[in-house]
C-alpha cells in the first residue's frame, strides 16, 4: 500500500546529504563559526538597556529576496540557547519560502524575556527602530510570545512588519490559509499511499482542536471524512466535535487510534520514540512545526515503520504565503490558491524521495536547496541599467 518507502533500507542514511537536523546549529562555536556553519548572512545584536530590549535578529538567506520570519520572545536560559535557536528558526524559513515559490529569504528575530513579565511598550517600540534601520532587509511577523498589541507596538516604528490586523491593513490571522494547504497537502499525500486523493470515508486523527485544526477538520468532514480529534481544552474539543461530528479522543490516547492518515496540529517533537512504535497510521500529515522530536532519529524510525511522514514545513506554507501576500497588496482569494498549491509541491517531493530513494525530509530540503541554486545564478545576469545616473540613465530615463 504504502509505495513510496518500502524500498528504502535504512543503510541508505550513511550516504544521504545531510538533513536540516544534522546541520543543527553546534554549541561552544564563536559567532562568526555559528554564522558559517549555517551560512548565515547577518546577525544583529539589539541591545538598548533603557527600555531592557535584548534581542538578536539572524538573517540566513536572502537570495530570493528580504528575509521574513516571525519575532519570538522567551525567557532563554542563556544568550547561547537565544542564538542557537534563532539561527535554526531562521535557515528554516529559508528552505520554508524557498519551497512555497515565494521571493523571500530566511530570517527570524528573538527578544530575551519572559513574555509574562517583561511586556512594556518601549522595548518593542525599541525592537521596531531595529527593524526599520536595516530597511527591509529582515520584515518581522508574529511569533510564539507575542501578542497583537505587541506586533502594534512594533508597527509604531517600522513599516517592515507583516500578520498584522485585517483593522490596520493586515491579512488578519493566518491559520484558515495554513489549514487550507494542510487539507491540500493531506489529499497529496492520500494520493500518493492510496492511489486516490479523496479523502471521503478516510479515517484521518487530529491532534488539536485550536485555529488550524478547526478549519482543517471542517474541510475534512465536508469531503466526509471520519475524524477523531483530541485537545487539553475541553471546551475547544467539544465545539469542533458539535460542528464535525468527529469522536472525541483523550490527549494521550490519539496516537492509539487506528487510522489512515494521523494529522499533529498542536505540539512539535511529538513524532518520538515513545508515539512512533504507537502510530496505527499509513501516513502522517499536519501543520503543526517541528513534528519529528529529532529528524536523524525519528525520520528513520517512521520508515521503518512503514509510514510515509510529509514535511511540516512544506505542508503549513499557507500561513508565510498567507503574511507574503501583505507585500504586494492583499488578497485572499490568491493567498488561498497559492496555498492550494501546496498540493503540487508536496506530490513533487514525494515523487523525488521516491526516484531519488531518499526520506521525504532530504527530498524537501534538496528541492529548496536546488531553487535557491537556480535562482541565485540566474541573479548574476545582468538585467537593469537604473544603476547608470549618467547619459545612460538619462536615455532610459526618455523612453
Ligand atoms: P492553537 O494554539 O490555536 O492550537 C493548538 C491547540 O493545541 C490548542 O487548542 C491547545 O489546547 C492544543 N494542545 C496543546 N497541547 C496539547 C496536547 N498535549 N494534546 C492535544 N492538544 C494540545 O495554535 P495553531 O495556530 O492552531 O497552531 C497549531 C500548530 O501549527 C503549531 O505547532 C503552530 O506552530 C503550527 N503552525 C500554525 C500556523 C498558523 O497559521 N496558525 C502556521 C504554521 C504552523
Excluded at 547561547?80 to 529569504?105: C, E, H, I, P
Aim: net charge negative.
Amino acid at each position: 500500500m504504502i509505495r513510496v518507502i518500502n524500498h528504502i533500507t535504512l543503510k541508505l542514511f550513511n550516504t544521504m546529504s545531510p538533513t536540516l537536523a544534522e546541520k543543527e546549529p553546534k554549541t561552544g562555536l564563536s559567532i562568526f563559526e555559528s554564522m558559517e556553519e549555517n551560512e548565515h548572512e547577518q546577525i544583529i545584536v539589539c541591545s538598548d538597556p533603557s527600555s531592557g530590549l535584548k534581542a538578536i535578529i539572524a538573517i540566513h538567506n536572502t537570495v530570493l529576496g528580504p528575509s521574513l520570519g516571525g519575532v519570538r520572545m522567551w525567557p532563554y536560559e542563556s544568550e547561547q540557547a537565544a542564538l542557537k535557536d534563532v539561527l535554526r528558526l531562521s535557515r528554516g524559513m529559508t528552505y520554508k519560502a524557498a519551497l512555497a515559490g515565494l521571493n523571500l529569504g530566511g530570517g527570524k528575530a528573538v527578544i530575551i524575556g519572559n513574555p509574562k513579565k517583561d511586556k512594556k511598550e518601549a522595548i518593542f517600540r525599541a525592537f521596531g527602530r531595529y527593524v526599520e534601520g536595516l530597511a527591509g532587509r529582515y520584515i518581522t511577523a508574529e511569533d510564539v510570545g507575542m501578542s497583537l498589541q505587541d506586533m502594534e507596538w512594533i508597527r509604531m516604528e517600522t513599516k517592515y512588519v507583516t500578520g498584522i490586523s485585517v483593522a490596520l491593513g493586515g491579512s488578519g490571522d493566518p491559520s484558515p490559509v495554513t489549514a487550507m494547504g494542510v487539507y491540500m497537502g493531506m489529499k497529496a499525500t492520500a494520493k500518493k499511499v492510496f492511489g486516490t486523493d479523496s479523502l471521503e470515508n478516510r479515517k484521518i486523527s487530529i491532534q488539536g482542536a485550536g485555529n488550524v485544526s478547526s478549519h482543517l477538520a471542517r474541510y475534512l468532514h465536508k469531503e466526509g471524512a471520519k475524524l477523531y480529534v483530541t485537545d487539553i481544552d475541553e471546551e475547544k474539543l467539544d465545539r469542533l466535535v458539535r460542528d464535525t461530528g468527529a469522536i472525541a479522543v483523550d490527549p494521550d490516547s490519539i496516537y492509539d487510534v487506528d487510522v489512515d492518515i494521523f494529522s499533529p496540529n498542536a505540539l512539535g517533537g511529538i513524532l518520538n520514540s515513545d508515539t512512533i512504535p504507537r502510530l496505527k497510521c499509513a501516513a502522517v500529515a499536519g501543520g503543526a512545526n517541528n513534528q519529528l522530536d529529532d529528524e536523524s532519529v525519528h525520520g528513520p524510525m517512521l520508515i521503518e515503520r512503514g509510514i510515509l511522514y510529509t514535511p511540516d514545513y512544506v505542508i503549513n506554507a499557507g500561513g508565510v504565503i498567507n503574511v507574503s501576500n501583505e507585500l504586494e497588496g492583499y488578497n485572499r482569494e490568491y493567498a488561498h490558491e497559492q496555498a492550494a498549491r501546496i498540493y503540487d509541491t508536496v506530490t513533487r517531493i514525494l515523487e523525488y524521495a521516491e526516484t531519488h530513494n531518499v526520506p521525504t525530509y532530504t527530498a524537501s530540503n534538496n528541492i529548496a536547496e536546488m531553487r535557491l541554486k537556480q535562482i541565485g545564478r540566474i541573479k548574476s545576469i545582468y538585467a537593469s541599467r537604473s544603476h547608470f545616473t549618467g547619459r545612460m540613465g538619462e536615455l532610459v530615463g526618455r523612453r
